[in-house]
């Protein structure tokens, strides 16, 4: 049975990890999947080849891991959206996905992705769960709060989910993706999220 780290020990390794990650992802978007040696990686993130390895065995789970840690919102302000308002805890929730998508990061490491997937067999058979990502987790836990208290119907909460943020996307993400000069002001992002928010509201909400 493995020894149980201490808490100063797991704070090394998650700066390590940290370090790795942001390595990784500069290296990546810098040289492509196929030209970034992972040595190169560990020397960039001031690691030890084994601790790389210790932590990510391949390339491919250490680049899906590089493109997860670009959308993640764990080290933003906790995700609590309002009670008693199905509309307003929409729209906190879209607005922080729009701001996800509109990281420099989170287009150009899909961009690698979408490339570099057709040609290396490791990458095609990484599943690339955004589905743990905390804001995916979040909505999820407030349709079922809504659903409690009341406020609202969501029988398929990953439907529903699926609904909201592809709204969303398609209007502050998607264009940018192809289109590397396409943005949008703070006003048209919030319309583009009241707008989905109003959408679930009158497909959902109860009557």
């Known amino acids: ?3 149980e780290l201490s808490a100063y020990h797991r704070q090394i390794a ?3 990890r940290a370090a790795i990650l942001e390595a990784a992802a500069a290296l990546f978007l810098e040289l492509g999947y196929d030209r970034t040696p992972l040595a190169r990686v560990a020397d960039l993130a001031d690691v030890s080849k084994a601790t790389l390895f210790k932590q ?3 390339k491919a789970e250490l680049f899906e891991a590089a493109v997860l840690a670009a959308s993640d919102t ?5 995700l609590s959206p309002p009670p008693g308002d199905f509309h307003a805890g929409l729209v906190s929730l879209g607005s922080a996905y729009a701001e996800l998508l509109s ?3 989170t ?3 899909m961009r690698a992705v979408i490339a570099e997937s057709a040609r290396f067999a490791e990458l095609r058979e990484r599943t690339f769960n955004f589905g743990t990502l905390p804001l995916l987790r979040a909505l999820r836990s407030y349709f079922e709060e809504v659903n409690a208290e009341g406020t609202a119907r969501v029988d398929d909460l990953d439907v529903a989910a699926a609904q909201f943020l592809g709204m969303i996307a398609t209007i502050v993400f998607w264009p940018r993706l192809i ?3 396409w943005s949008l002001t703070d006003e048209e992002t919030l319309h583009t999220v009241d707008e989905a928010a109003r959408t679930i509201v009158a497909r959902y909400a109860a009557k």
């Open 1 to 3: 049975m493995p020894r």
């Open 14 to 16: 998650d700066e390590n």
């Open 103 to 105: 990281r420099p990061r």
């Open 179 to 181: 289109h590397g000069n």
């Open 56 to 58: 990510f065995p391949t």
């Open 74 to 78: 764990s080290g933003s302000e906790p």
């Open 107 to 109: 287009a150009d490491l």
